[in-house]
């Protein structure tokens, strides 16, 4: 058997514990699918004292994480500090500087400096992997770049972020508020650090990013995705939905047309019998549309300490194998420049909430506005009321141009019958 393939590893929170259990508790199966042993000789974390139930008495501790990629001892660095800039950008650059392989869970950095690292590692020869960053322990990284590389993609979506979707699903289950929900995904991992990455769709943007990448053959475009998360998700729509034939969802989206590029995040109204609404808890899932294989759906865990660290390592065996294959699917000076699509553009069917005085007329305002943008209702439920008393309106429409109703719903907020935000979410017919 080949020398092990020595790892420094960088962070050692819940995935970088994951990290090391594993490669110990499946040591011997991983050397023989790998070819090689698979050791973790140098880590780095925040805290040295703290106690995360893993054996580390042989492995060397490195205060700084950015030195890992100058040891003589480690082939191959790991990144799960997480952060788009800082020590984990500049490890990135020191370890490929440094004529080594690198291996992330980092969305966020590859959202933003995806593409100059590919670059570095292309130009060098080096391997740079990512299986984790994206939809944790599912291999849609391998699905779209190897399993579907012979197809053309046309769009690609799911549920990126196993937060949201754990909040959604508790909300609906047990009739939570939003903020203790919050709480119980922070407790339990599932949250970014800073939350308001997972539920404004920021965490989601940036995964979809990626995948667009992968998908299109595209250059990332992280800034191009327009993003909106579930703040504004109430249990009213959740029950609405429901009534109606849907479960609301944070979906990533994007696709191509007539050489653009649309990547949108938003919640969604998704048909109960589409198979992401069956994606329940923490759960991730991802839609990708070949033109020869046709509609495949990757589902599993999108985060936690196993299914990411399931991930880090499948990129560690691949690594020692001698698997080398181009970042982002095809060499990065070959990726297309999309420019993005006009998201108003977009023709669909729409749910709308509105909040209003419960008087003569109102409902008369309200379908005015469409009528007047040319927006048709498709269905219309007055019922229940707001915290304040005042009046809940849901419709839907029928088909639209975006533009068209959002201009109704402009018009309708602007009139002194409507008491709050109005509120729009996309509904899902794929
Ligand atoms: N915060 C992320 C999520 C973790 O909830 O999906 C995995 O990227």
Not at 62 to 87: C, F, K, Q, W
Not at 213 to 227: Q, S
């Amino acid at each position: 058997m080949m020398e092990p393939l020595r790892i420094g590893l960088a962070g050692l929170g819940t995935v970088g514990g994951g990290v090391v259990r594993l490669l110990a508790d499946n040591a011997d199966l991983i050397a023989r699918r790998a070819g090689r042993a698979i050791v973790v000789t140098a880590v780095s974390a925040r805290d040295r004292n703290r106690d995360r139930g893993i054996d580390l008495s042989a492995t060397a501790w490195m205060d700084d994480a950015t030195e890992l990629a100058a040891r003589d001892d480690v082939d191959v660095v790991v990144e799960l500090i997480g952060g788009s800039d800082g020590p984990a950008l500049t490890l990135a650059r020191r370890t490929l500087a440094a004529g080594k392989a690198f291996v992330t869970a980092n969305k966020a950095m590859l959202a933003h400096h995806g593409l100059e690292l590919a670059g570095v590692a292309e130009a060098r020869g080096l391997a740079l992997r990512y299986e984790a960053a994206v939809a944790g322990g599912i291999p849609v990284i391998k699905g779209l770049s190897e399993g579907m590389t012979a197809n053309r993609i046309g769009r690609v979506y799911g549920l990126l972020n196993g937060t949201c979707n754990y909040i959604l699903t508790r909300m609906e289950n047990e009739r939570l508020d939003f903020d203790v929900v919050l709480a119980e995904a922070q407790a339990a991992g599932y949250a970014e650090t800073d939350p308001s990455f997972d539920i404004d769709g920021i965490d989601t943007a940036h995964k979809l990013s990626i995948l667009a990448a992968l998908a299109f053959g595209a250059r990332i475009d992280f800034g191009a995705v327009a993003t909106e998360g579930i703040r504004a998700v109430e249990l009213a729509d959740i029950d609405h939905a429901a009534t109606l034939g849907f479960r609301i969802k944070l979906v990533g989206l994007a696709e191509t047309a007539a050489g653009h590029l649309f990547q949108r995040v938003h919640p969604a109204l998704v048909p109960l019998d589409h198979p992401l609404a069956a994606a329940g808890g923490a759960l991730n899932a991802v839609v990708a549309e070949g033109d020869f294989v046709g509609r495949l759906l990757f589902q599993g865990r999108g985060a936690g300490d196993g299914p990411t660290a399931s991930a880090v390592v499948a990129d560690l065996v691949d690594i020692a194998r001698g698997n080398n294959s181009h970042v982002f699917g095809m060499p990065v000076a070959d990726l297309a420049a999309l420019p993005p699509a006009d998201t108003a553009s977009r023709h669909g069917r729409y749910y709308l909430r509105l909040t209003v005085a419960d008087r003569p007329g109102v409902l008369a305002e309200l379908t005015a506005a469409l009528r007047d943008h040319g927006v048709s209702i498709e269905s219309l439920i007055q019922r229940g009321h707001a915290a304040n008393g005042d009046a809940l309106v849901v419709m839907v429409t029928h088909g639209a141009g975006e533009a068209r109703v959002l201009a109704a719903l402009a018009q309708m907020a602007a009139s002194d019958a409507v008491t709050g935000a109005p509120v729009m979410m996309h509904i899902l017919d794929l």
